[in-house]
């Protein structure tokens, strides 16, 4: 079924803004996040700050600017790292292979079953120095997410965190499969 059907008519071009949104007010009030230095002076592991903390604070954004989009009918939330469905793991079928799954980012409505379920947005977010392979890992899981049967979610959402930018790249479906078009906050 295709998001305008679900969400109603213009829910892409809204959504597109929303992430826009989401992605300014993340540069302009945490862009400090992504400025964090690597610790030297300790015993352990150097690591730049985890995209977890920047997650976050991009579902709330997700929060303020998407979810006022969707139907009012219906109440939405947007949960981070969320690997459940209904009692069991989330598992998604990826390169052929089962996988249990954790989205970085999801907009759905916290409902079991295919009947109530509305999985709206899927989103997957990495640092830009990330390895490649995780990064196309990441978009195979998206559209596993989008394309299987059983989350048949509207919408998903790649997110490249940089120094200078942050790169989103929105999945949708249309009448001919998975397509893609990308949004970039400078």
């Known amino acids: 079924m295709l998001a305008e059907d679900t969400f109603g008519a ?3 071009d809204k959504l597109i803004s929303g992430i826009r949104d989401s992605f300014e007010k993340l540069r302009n009030c945490d862009g400090m996040l992504f400025d964090c230095p690597i610790e030297d002076d300790v015993d352990y592991d150097a690591r730049k700050l985890h995209e977890v903390c920047i997650n976050h604070r991009l579902a709330i954004y997700f929060e303020q600017k998407c979810i006022p989009l969707l139907p ?4 939405y939330f947007v949960d981070i790292e969320f ?5 069991g793991f989330k598992n998604a079928k990826i390169a052929g292979r089962k996988k249990r799954v954790r989205p ?8 079991s079953g295919n009947d109530e379920k509305k999985n709206f947005l899927v989103v997957e977010c990495k640092k830009s120095d990330t390895d490649g392979a995780k990064i196309d890992y990441d978009q ?6 989008m394309g299987g049967k059983k ?15 942050i790169k989103g790249t929105l999945f949708y479906r249309n009448r001919q499969g998975i397509e893609a078009e990308e949004i970039v906050y400078r």
């Open 140 to 145: 195979k899981k998206i559209r596993a997410l």
């Open 151 to 165: 989350y048949q979610y509207s919408f998903g959402l790649q997110v490249i965190y940089g120094k200078d930018q």
């Open 10 to 12: 213009g829910i892409m």
């Open 104 to 111: 970085d980012i999801i907009i759905h409505n916290r409902k």
């Open 83 to 87: 690997n459940r469905e209904g009692i």
């Open 72 to 75: 009012k009918d219906e109440e």
